[in-house]
């Protein structure tokens, strides 16, 4: 079995790069740095990057980089790939570069998602300035965040996760998305990996076309929050849902829109769960208070 310790970067693609920079910097109050051939590095820690914007045809979410221990967990990840008979490729040393790191897995999901394997990420360690005077970022063990991944072949992405990439169920929730009583139910499964984020990935059952649902990133204060909040509003960035507190991983945020077309959570008070002592459950909620989401329809 793979052990993934965290989510250690997202890889998203910009027909304009240059619209991410005023983003990260301005608005969400990270620092960037140029990358190779047009792409943009954006920092929200210690590590180099978290997030890799390159410049493409369209908008979209491309890849997801999870972390793995060392070397050693690198090979046995690819021996189990091999023995699970999925497809898979070694990266170039070129493209390891780029990740900053020292070797990578590739491959995708029954639903065709991207996700890059990875061990030992490169780093100066430089301290982390905000642009915006952000103290910080909740990353550390718990890696950068979490994203939510469209899974329209979702049993067979859902037993991808769990058997191949080893992900636990958190907990789940089931939703009409429209008023038909006709419209099927939509699943959505929150997943961890090898460390206390409630949730590193969750599978959404359906189509996508920016290739994500969601990210999130975590602030440690609700001020923060709520200066974010303020920014977005400034900066004209359209908001995708109001500010709201979740039901399963308590985390009082609100959605914006980021310029690669899939929406940015921002939030704080994310729970930190003990996996030893915890119960899957079904939500039948998203959120105990807020998150109007039809604003993103507006």
Known sequence: MIRIEQLAYIVAQCRQVSRWRPFAEEVLGMATAPAADGALYVKMDERAFRFLIEPGADDRYLASGWQLADEAAFEAAARSLQAAGVAHERATPALCAAR???????????????????????????????????????????????????APDFDATWRFAQQVLGFGLADLYRHRYTQDPQEPLKRIYFTHCANGRHHSLALYEGEVPSGCVHAMVEVASMDEVG?????????????????????????????????????????????????????????????QWGHDFSVGFG
Request: glycine fraction near 12%; charge should be positive; hydrophobic fraction near 40%.
């Open 100 to 150: 900053k790191v020292q070797g990578m897995l590739l491959l995708r999901d029954p639903s065709g998602n991207r996700h890059e394997l990875v061990w030992g990420f490169q780093s100066d360690f430089s301290r982390f300035v905000s642009p915006q005077g952000v103290p910080g970022f909740v990353t550390g063990a718990l890696g950068m965040g979490h994203t939510v991944l469209p």
């Open 227 to 287: 200066r974010a909040y303020d920014r977005m509003l400034r900066h004209g960035v359209k908001l995708m849902a109001t500010l709201g507190r979740h039901v399963n991983d308590q985390m009082i945020s609100f959605y914006m829109l980021t310029p690669s077309g899939f929406a940015l959570e921002f939030g704080c008070g994310g729970a930190v769960i003990d996996w030893t002592r915890h119960s899957v459950f079904e939500a039948t909620a998203v959120s």
